[in-house]
């Protein structure tokens, strides 16, 4: 779950929330008057954690069964 900061806070603490992301692999959604303007997360971060429609190939059969 990413955490949120403000903007003012990102600006201020920016290398310590570089190293968070880098060593921990923390995420960070960056606000501005509590809206939603950024995200801040590692380049290593593996795209196949995220799935799209594209993906449904790769879902396991099991999950489409009836019980």
Not at 23 to 46: N, W
């Amino acid at each position: 779950m990413a955490k949120i900061v403000s903007a003012m806070e990102a600006r201020q603490n920016f290398g310590s929330l570089l190293n968070q992301v880098a060593l921990r692999g923390d995420e960070f959604v960056i606000e501005r008057s509590g809206k939603p303007l950024a995200r801040l997360v590692s380049i290593e971060t593996p795209e196949s954690t995220k799935l799209d429609f594209r993906d449904i190939g790769k879902l396991p059969n099991r999950i489409w069964e009836e019980p």
